[in-house]
């Protein structure tokens, strides 16, 4: 009895063995058939990362260029090019400079935030105070206003860069932008201005801002909205949209740009329905250090 017992008990750890033996061969081959799903599928439901290479927009630095150095987005021969194919170019060159304007955005509005400490702590020094004083400076603020610093120190939204960039050259191919880089309407007033007059114009003093690269005409645009006062309703907004922890979108912000053109709540509809139909959305997602805050 014994020994029949002995010899059951081997052959029931053989057999649990096999049987152990054989789970783990198909568990192997499911985890393999797995992985090849995920991989295939990797970043299809991630908005953050959908025909974005973040990895070349957050290492790109734009070149300084010279006036005779500049060359438009978009080249003047374009009755062959696909509107399709005018835009993704469009974006693609734009997308890495707005990017990486916005980075800078938020490298000062941590800095500002930093200096904020500073001051509750007691602790702040002359560099401190001199960067702060730079600052107010830059944005235009007076009375030393920290509160209203904070709303003017902030990124703007790509998707609405882009929308607006795209409505004010035409994708870049009005005569503005390729005469001058003017992709976002600016005027400037004067006969010594550097700018380009609209034939329409009868005001030799009026004119379109034209600038030496993209990158310039990028900066001016963003500072435009962070200073001036009739865009004081979109800098409000979006504070509001920090204070809850929303994600900035140009969709929403659009909504305070009635003043941006003469057109008023139809250049906002137009800038929405080009964000929409060009699913320019997607790039609000990009997550950009402290941008949150």
């Not at 300084?64 to 021969?77: G, H, R, Y």
């Not at 976002?184 to 600038?211: L, Y």
């Not at 994600?247 to 929403?252: D, N, P, R």
Request: net charge positive; with cysteine.
């Amino acid at each position: 009895m014994l020994k029949l017992n002995k010899k059951f008990g081997l052959n029931s750890i053989h057999n649990s063995y096999k049987y152990i033996a054989s789970f783990c061969l198909v568990f192997a081959a499911f985890n393999f058939f797995i992985e090849k799903i995920a991989v295939k599928n990797q970043g299809k439901n991630n908005p953050q990362v959908v025909d974005i290479n973040l990895n070349q927009v957050q290492s790109y630095k734009p070149k300084e260029l010279t006036i005779k150095e500049t060359k438009p987005i978009v080249q003047k021969k374009l009755d062959n090019v696909p509107i399709e194919t005018r835009k993704k170019d469009f974006i693609a060159e734009l997308l890495p400079i707005v990017h990486n304007a916005n980075q800078n955005i938020i490298k000062k509005r941590e800095q500002l935030f930093n200096i904020e400490r500073k001051i509750h702590s007691n602790s702040l020094n002359v560099l401190d105070s001199a960067i702060l004083k730079k600052f107010f400076n830059e944005y235009k603020v007076k009375n030393q206003d920290l509160t209203e610093l904070k709303k003017r120190i902030d990124i703007i939204p790509v998707s609405l860069v882009i929308a607006q960039a795209a409505i004010e050259s035409g994708w870049g191919t009005s005569r503005f932008a390729q005469q001058g880089n003017a992709y976002f309407g600016q005027k400037v007033i004067g006969i010594k201005a550097n700018g380009i007059q609209p034939n329409e114009s009868k005001n030799p003093k009026i004119k379109v801002r034209s600038f030496a690269n993209l990158n310039d005409s990028v900066l001016a645009y963003l500072n435009n909205l962070n200073t001036h006062f009739a865009y004081k309703g979109l800098r409000k907004s979006r504070h509001e949209l920090r204070s809850f922890g929303k994600i900035l979108q140009g969709e929403v912000l659009a909504n305070q740009l009635d003043r941006y053109s003469e057109l008023g709540n139809e250049y906002v509809h137009n800038v929405q329905k080009i964000i929409k139909k060009n699913n320019l959305n997607k790039y609000d997602f990009i997550e950009y250090q402290s941008a949150r805050r």
